[in-house]
């Protein structure tokens, strides 16, 4: 599976934005699908995911209220509404997906095997 994120940009506290995240080479049809950000310095965290059968939906504490993972199975992209932006979310944002991992690994970075290029996202105060 490629993957390839876009979507990011500069914005001030308390808007909104929407990444995106094209899948080429197979279809998104019982593949756990998500989202992490990386801060330079920090580890990667986990935001959102979606698991294997697209029927559940998980988010980080940190994000939970405000950011919505979505996807269009006819598109074959999978989607990530920020609404009321922080500073503290400023990062850079992945895309991630696999077609094997369970549902108690999708919070785990290293459980994942397919990641998209990052899109950087910046909130200003």
């Known amino acids: 599976v490629q993957l390839q994120a876009s979507g990011g940009g500069v914005v001030q506290a308390g808007e909104s934005l929407r990444l995106s995240c094209a899948a080429s080479?197979?279809?998104?049809?019982?593949?756990?699908t998500g989202w992490f950000r990386q801060v330079p310095g920090k580890e990667r965290e986990f935001v959102a995911a979606f698991s294997r059968t697209g029927g559940y939906t998980y988010y980080s504490d940190s994000v939970k209220g405000r950011f919505t993972i979505s996807r269009d199975n006819a598109k074959n992209t999978v989607y990530l509404q920020m609404n009321s932006l922080k500073p503290e979310d400023t990062a850079v944002y992945y895309c991630?997906?696999?077609?094997?991992?369970?549902?108690?690994?999708?919070?785990?970075?290293?459980?994942?095997?397919?990641w998209g290029q990052g899109t950087q996202v910046t909130v200003s105060s």
């Open positions: 991630v997906a696999d077609s094997s991992i369970i549902t108690s690994s999708l919070r785990n970075e290293i459980a994942w095997n397919y």
């Open positions: 080479g197979r279809t998104l049809r019982g593949v756990a």
